[in-house]
C-alpha cells in the first residue's frame, strides 16, 4: 500500500496565443529561467521585478539614435 505522505506532482495545462508565448519566453530569458519555471514561479507568487521588453527591432532603431 502506498504512503499517504507521498504525494504526486500535479500537472496545470494552459493555453497561450503564440504573443503571449513569445512575452513569456523573453521574460523568462531575462531571469535565466525557462518557460515553465518562470510561469510557475509568477503563479505561485513569487514577486518577480517587472521588466519590459521591447521587440528587437525597437530596441535595435533606439540603439542606433543613442549612438549617432
Excluded: C, F
Amino acid at each position: 500500500m502506498p504512503n499517504q505522505n507521498h504525494k504526486k506532482a500535479k500537472t496545470i495545462n494552459i493555453n497561450l496565443t503564440e504573443d503571449e508565448y513569445e512575452k513569456v519566453k523573453q521574460l523568462a530569458e531575462i531571469r535565466d529561467l525557462n518557460p515553465t519555471a518562470y510561469t510557475r514561479l509568477t503563479a505561485l507568487g513569487n514577486r518577480i521585478k517587472p521588466t519590459i521588453v521591447y521587440p528587437a527591432d525597437e530596441r535595435i532603431d533606439e540603439l542606433e539614435k543613442e549612438n549617432q
